[in-house]
């Protein structure tokens, strides 16, 4: 008789590795290892991240019995379609998992004058935010490289356009992952095609990690969750204030802004009664002086919470703007798209909760 545990050894040696993920150097390295020329790695991955075939059986400038080979050893990628939504503004949201149950989201967000997608980096998230579904929904795990890279993917499977920008703002805390997000951006760059200049990355402030990607100088966007420029209140709402406070993290980010000549995004979620005040908004004032940087205004999306948060007054939410401005900062307000589904700022959530969510069998290359 098999023991569980010489089951699950067995069964672990049958799990395939993923060639979404790979770049092509990794790809022409198992080419060379199996005795094929290093040019076919080449092949194999513009099918994949240019061509963005459906399945490995797609690639047909391989012989059969190297796709044969390849599919031996791998699946082209783990990531399935759960479940799929259209709103009225025509935003569609992904409910997908890795082969594991535990769900995840990504958003295909089309504008006039570009397409973009809001991708995942964790199921579900740590940090803890007040405000925020997905936090709310607890932690899971980390997402790998294929699983980031494979959401871009299957979006794009979704839109007529290209997607030519990617924001890593839907659920968890990107820099939580550093690694995979670092290789999933590059591939999103060098193997896709995507200008790094058209990738934003939120964060709550991870000072380390934070210092990590400056001495990188990608120019990516960096965009901060302030959310107030008070440690007193950025702490209730956001837990990682007590670990780097307000100066620190802003401090961070402009020596991130001076390595890498970007402008920093400040964002801000404007609740009512809570940071929406004149006095706050000087406060931004006087620690963004002088720094290149926009601040994004998010009036506060519908969470159900025990806060009991409510979004500012239309004239509120202008008030606060107009006095940003009169501090000289340049200031935008997000435009909210995906509502009726869920999927504006804050609110992906989905199936999730802290643990499994319902699956369908089907791979993601073969859901329409």
Same mark, same amino acid.
């Given at each position: 008789m098999v023991s569980n545990m010489e089951s699950v050894a067995k069964s672990s =040696?049958?799990? *395939? /590795?993923?060639?979404? @993920?790979?770049?092509?150097?990794?790809? #022409?390295? &198992?080419?060379? +290892?199996?005795?094929?020329?290093? &040019?076919?790695?080449? #092949?194999?991955?513009?099918?994949?991240?240019?061509?963005? %075939? !459906?399945?490995?059986?797609?690639?047909? #400038?391989?012989? +059969?019995?190297?796709? =044969?080979?390849l599919q031996e050893e791998f699946n082209l990628s783990n990531l399935e379609l759960s479940k799929e939504f259209h709103s009225s503004d025509d935003v569609t949201k992904c409910l997908v998992h890795g082969g594991d149950s535990q769900v995840f989201e990504c958003v295909l967000l089309p504008y006039e004058d570009r397409v973009s997608c809001c991708l995942s980096s964790q199921v579900g998230c740590p940090m803890g935010c007040k405000f925020c579904a997905t936090g709310l929904g607890g932690f899971d795990r980390n997402l790998t490289?294929? !699983?980031? %890279?494979? #959401?871009?993917?299957?979006?794009?499977? $979704?839109? +007529?356009? $290209?997607?030519?920008?990617?924001?890593?703002? @839907?659920?968890?805390?990107?820099?939580?992952?550093?690694?995979?997000?670092? *290789?999933?951006?590059?591939?999103?760059? =060098?193997?896709? @095609?995507?200008?790094?200049?058209?990738?934003?990355?939120?964060?709550? @402030?991870?000072?380390?990690?934070? /210092? +990590?990607?400056? =001495?990188? *100088?990608?120019?990516?966007?960096?965009?901060?969750?302030?959310h107030s420029p008070s440690d007193e209140i950025r702490s209730k709402l956001m837990p990682v204030n007590n670990r780097w406070p307000v100066k620190e993290v802003v401090g961070t980010m402009i020596e991130y802004q001076k390595a890498t000549r970007r402008k920093i995004t400040i964002e801000y979620l404007l609740i009512d009664q809570v940071n929406d005040s004149y006095q706050e908004a000087d406060a931004i004032g006087e620690l963004l002086q002088g720094i290149p940087s926009i601040v994004n205004i998010i009036p506060f999306n519908y969470v159900d919470t025990e806060n009991g948060f409510k979004r500012p007054s239309n004239g509120r939410i202008e008030a606060f703007k107009n006095q940003l401005r009169l501090n000289g900062l340049t200031v935008t307000q997000r435009q909210e798209r995906g509502h009726d589904i869920a999927a504006a700022c804050g609110q992906l959530a989905g199936e999730h909760s802290g643990r499994f969510a319902r699956r369908l069998e089907k791979n993601l290359f073969t859901v329409r």
């Open positions: =040696e049958h799990i *395939k /590795k993923t060639l979404i @993920g790979l770049s092509t150097i990794e790809i #022409q390295e &198992w080419c060379i +290892k199996n005795d094929l020329p290093s &040019w076919r790695g080449k #092949q194999i991955s513009e099918a994949i991240y240019k061509q963005q %075939v !459906e399945s490995i059986d797609q690639i047909i #400038q391989l012989p +059969k019995n190297i796709r =044969e080979k490289t294929s !699983e980031i %890279v494979s #959401q871009y993917l299957l979006l794009q499977l $979704r839109s +007529k356009r $290209r997607i030519s920008h990617v924001v890593f703002m @839907g659920m968890g805390e990107p820099l939580l992952n550093y690694n995979n997000l670092v *290789k999933a951006i590059t591939i999103l760059h =060098e193997e896709i @095609g995507l200008s790094l200049r058209h990738i934003t990355v939120s964060t709550v @402030g991870l000072v380390p990690q934070i /210092k +990590k990607l400056t =001495e990188l *100088k990608l120019p990516i966007h960096l965009a901060l969750s302030l």
